[in-house]
């Protein structure tokens, strides 16, 4: 059994502080609980640091009044940090104080002028959201980063973000108007650049203003000539503090230089105003092959020549990683069929107003690729078209999470990816870098900026090592040094964060300027101490943190026993991307963060709680993999008394982390779309099948559970009382019942008491080996085995038959196999034994079946997918090949097109294709392939791109769902169903999701294959 486990509770100092600004009128939400720690305790980073505690304001006032707070005497050793999307790569927010994180109540978009080309916007709003607006009035705003659909406006002003394109656009302090901040002592200011005559009124002002102000002009005046010298004059520069633009272009004094890359050490962002640009009308791309990456890096300063937008570059490893990822689908086309010898790739863009603006630059570069050069170029490609071009960009985007996918302990980490040096020295650093790096035989995979001389180097180390663990000590000294002898920085992207412990040594005698800008606007060291500089300011000296000091994720990895390690392994391997927390709506993971934005509810935060749960299981004694063993042999009786005991322990008020890992998890919709679409393939319905086992081997299971699991046994006996349970489950009252006692409700009534006969009676065949053993070889290839789900065969059971007709009509042979239950909804809940017995029975049995040679095909997406994934992983190679219906009617495209059957005459309008969640994420191909189906027999279908319908299986039918199911429909679903111009154009692929628009709609949507038929019968 497993343990119970105390939980760490917040610092008794911290305790009091939440309760006294509760007191104060605080309205935001203040979090104490361990799990709400736990989950904010990593980034992007390497390390993990627990907080006392997240306060998540809802207004600037409210960040005041955590500073005031903060700054009286008797809390002056209270510090705090603020938190954007979480996706830094150098521990920038964490802290072991109090995290500010402004993206759950302060994200939104205040102002937009179109005019005068500006937006307003809370610190806490996501960029792409921003853009996703200012695109409505042909203006984006132009700093870009790979992170950029949940990398917040705040975040990206605490780091100066920049990335792809910067050479052009700079970073984000170039775009940055204004800034509302609030200080230390809680005072709010509105900053913006300042003339002579403001800067005098600023100085004589006798408060924290008129201090800062004073230091920012005695700082230029005394030190601008030296700082000259010491800042190396690159696109790239570095962060934080910038001393060299304190006096802007204007000559105005500009305290945004200060405050942008700060990292939240002097003043915590509550408002941002930034200038808009106009979106370039036209863009494209060549693509340029190396068979060696050295030769991409030295050829970046020749295709500079070309003057493109910009030019970014990824290796091989990247390359064959991002074939492997679901991104593949959509831009495979652009890249050579034979790849495998391509070392290096760069993306030279090109954009403008006209295509004849375009094509002079791509003109430009083809005079430069026609120029002889010493190094071995293997070929272009152009890819044309806006939309083309953001596929492109969207993989590139895609390299950071990419690389976090390689299989083994020893995963590529962030920790010296971001150094900046002249572009002309590029190729020659790099070359000194990955003898480094070779010299202690990593792998690495490389992708950046080299029209910037920015290349991001993340090198394979498993962390959990300790020995491995001493690189990042060695490696960044050795960078360090090989970054100054080229002439740059360090951090010449992602900020400083806990690398800020170089910062004395780079800027030498400039050091204490910074302290003394640190000193005066915080004091007393609140403000994300540690980072970037100390203050001068305090009566004993403190030092900076140093990057082999601060806790790692690795460190607490290594305390997890093994065996239990390796039983989760499919979910722990999450680097805090964050690609799970895409704000749009339309994007399908993940579903129950896009309706909570509790970042618990989401699989970085599922993952990072399971871990910490290991961990501390490991502590106590726990043996996780031979628990496991246990239940799935003992079955439902184990532990039976003592589980009573733990639940009456339970209701009393037992406190156990466990509980709340399981509150996380219980609100997985086990729709499989991180699997599919996370880098890392973080698979959260797995994670949450193994701890449901394991945790249920403790604590009683709730009824719904085992109701849930006998439906696909129980199916085909209530189908045998269909009339009279249709009765009950369609009366008012039952349904109410079920909801409050079961915890289940708006179960769908039964369509047939025996789908297989009525599959027959449409005219197929019951398969059967006997039967396939007689069939000619030479109608095999026309001849289909069609393995029934519960959901179709007993809830919409005309599609089953509509299926079987349609083949018919096209000159196949249809078989129907024997309805046999699945097993998904016991894996869903947990119930691995079970779901292991069935697997093997009914596994055996198909794969029996497929060994005829002749397909076999699965209707719901869903539950098909379990063949090739939750089967295989019980039966190995062993298992059944199902294919989804769009995977084997393209294979059958070329005798389709030989029917020539054109019913677009039949049809006045294209068609809509609504594609299921775990459908997409995880076969990313299913959509063209249900074009291409309907393009063969001459009819037209678009693909419109929605996240979760919010039904997913069960999920939607929990009565304690009912709130999120519905809000997850209303923000993806309801206005496209609801929108007049697809009226009678609408098809769905997903049980789950047509189940759904039946609820919250206003009429059905069929299936593709139904709308197909019914065209075919008009035709006829």
Known sequence: MISRLDQKTTNTLYGHFARELASAGFSGDIELGYADRTVLATDNSIYQVLPEGVLYPRSTEDISKILTLAHKPDFHQIVVSPRGGGTGTNGQSLTSGFMVDTSRYMNRVLEINTRERWARVQSGAIKDYLNELAAKEGLFFAPELSTSNRATVGGMVNTDASGQGSVVYGKTRHHVLELTSVLADGTVWNSSPVDNDQLEQLCQRQDRIGEIYNTLKKTHCEHHQRVSEVFPHLNRNLTGYDLANIVNKDHQHDLNAILCGSEGTLAIISEIKVNLLPIPKQSALVLVFYKSFQDSLQDAQALMAAEPGSIETIDSRVLGLAKSDSVWESVKDFFPKQSDDIDGINFVEFTGDDEAEIQQGIDRLKTELEKPVSIWRAGHSVVMGTGNVKKIWNMRKQAVGLLGNMKGDARPIPFVEDVAVPPENLAEFIKAFRALLDSHHLTYGMFGHVDAGVLHVRPAIDMKDPEQEKLVRLISDDVAALARNHGGVLWGEHGKGVRSEYAPDFFADLYPVLQEIKGVFDPYNQLNPGKIATPATLPEPVQLLKIDEVPTRGQQDREIERNAFEAFTSSLYCNGNGACFNYNPNSAMCPTWKATYDRIQSPKGRSGLVREWLRLQTAAGADIAGESHKIRQAGPLYNGGQKLINLVNKWRGEEDFSHQVYGALDNCMSCKSCAGQCPIQVNVPDLRSRYFELYHGR???????????????????????????????????????????????????????????????????????????????????????IIQDAFTSFFETPLLTDLVELLIRLGYRP???????????????????????????????????????????????????????????????????????????????????????????????????????????????????????????????????????????????????????????DMSWKDVVQNPENSGRLVATGYSCRSQVKRYGDGKIPHPVQTLLQVMKQKA
């Open 699 to 785: 604590y009683p299971r709730p009824v719904k559970h085992h109701v849930a699991g006998l439906l696909e046994p129980m199916l085909p006996v209530l189908a045998k009382f269909k009339p009279a349970y249709n009765l009950v489950m369609g009366w008012s009252v039952a349904n109410t019942l079920a909801g409050k006692t079961v915890g289940l409700q708006d179960i769908p009534a039964i369509t047939s008491s025996s789908p297989t006969s009525d599959c027959c009676r449409a005219g197929a065949a019951i398969a059967n080996r006997t039967l396939l053993d007689a069939i000619p070889d030479s109608e095999r290839d026309k001849t289909v085995i």
């Open 815 to 969: 078989l129907i196999a024997p309805y046999k239950p699945n097993g998904k909804v016991l894996h869903v809940y947990g119930f691995l034994g079970r779901f292991e017995k069935i697997a093997r029975t009914n596994g055996e049995e198909l794969k029996e079946l497929a060994d005829s040679g002749i397909s076999l095909v699965g209707i719901d997406a869903a539950v098909t997918l379990t063949y090739r994934d939750e089967y295989k992983e019980v039966m190995g190679e062993d298992s059944p090949e199902v294919l989804l219906l769009s995977e084997w009617f393209a294979q059958q495209s070329k005798t389709l097109r030989q029917l020539q059957m054109n019913l677009s005459d039949t049809a006045e309008e294209e068609f809509v294709l609504l594609g299921h969640c775990t459908e997409t994420s995880n076969v990313p191909a299913a959509p063209a392939q249900w074009q291409q189906l309907y393009q063969d027999l001459g009819l037209k279908l678009t693909y419109k791109a929605t996240g979760c319908c919010g039904m997913a299986g069960i999920y939607g039918h929990e009565t304690r769902n009912q709130e999120t199911s519905r809000k997850l429909y």
